[in-house]
């Protein structure tokens, strides 16, 4: 990790903050006056601010229930971040871990910890979404076999991978899919004749939604909610 970046971890300076620092030669590591914030540091090495030594803050993990008419990114557009939503210290310095529309609600997994995120949004890992949807005419009975198999998206070379369909009424299904293509499940409704009308996911690899969160609460996430992402 970068000196500049570990110094923002470890304190409650930003990035420009951290830098003017640096300049103050206050700064040292393994005892020795370091003013290049990109220095490279490995975990055997100690950081210290006027004799202080830094411990950088723990990896934070964290679940929200997304409401309607927001974005999950770290810059606010037309609709406002999620991020708004987080009473912590340097929200907008995490990221979310699987990205929802901004009509879509549901389970939105945020952590500053990105080997842990890159386990639930690479292609590789294969980690299982499940969403709840509402359509706009009835399911057809053939649809829960041809998302087993795969359907062409339009603009897409090669079929979807093998999802699971589980038919509550006929406008509402849960869906189980292992990718995240833009606009997946409104577009494989859409590949089978059908409209999204109402788009919730419930549930990402292990970790289920809390039912006791309102849309816009959020909480920490258990350790073994973490641990399960790492399996």
């Not at 206050?26 to 950081?47: I, Y």
Request: aromatic share 6%.
């Amino acid at each position: 990790m970068r000196l500049d970046k570990y110094i923002c971890k470890s304190t409650e300076l930003t990035r420009n903050e951290a830098k003017k620092l640096l300049k103050t030669g206050l700064v040292r590591v393994n005892d020795e006056v370091v003013k290049n914030g990109a220095l490279q540091l490995s975990d055997t090495c100690q950081v210290a601010v006027e004799g202080q030594l830094l411990t950088k803050r723990s990896a934070r993990y964290i679940m929200m229930f997304k409401p309607l008419d927001t974005i999950c990114s770290n810059v606010d557009e037309v609709h406002p971040s999620v991020l708004h939503f987080l009473d912590v210290d340097k929200a907008f310095d995490l990221h979310i871990a699987g990205r929802l529309d901004v009509d879509t609600t549901g389970l939105v997994l945020i952590t500053d910890d990105g080997q842990w995120s890159h386990q639930i949004t690479s292609p590789r890992k294969a980690c299982q979404k499940r969403y709840r949807v509402w359509l706009d005419e009835a399911i057809a009975p053939s649809v829960a076999e041809a998302f087993a198999r795969g359907v062409q998206l339009k603009g897409e070379s090669t079929l979807t991978q093998p999802a699971q369909l589980e038919v509550i009424n006929e406008r509402e299904v849960l869906l189980t899919i292992m990718e995240g293509k833009y606009h997946q499940v409104k577009r494989m409704f859409a590949a089978v004749g059908n409209h999204v009308v109402g788009l919730h996911r419930e549930k990402i690899g292990e970790i289920t939604l809390d039912e006791q969160l309102e849309p816009g609460q959020w909480r920490y996430l258990t350790e073994q909610e973490v641990a399960s992402v790492r399996r």
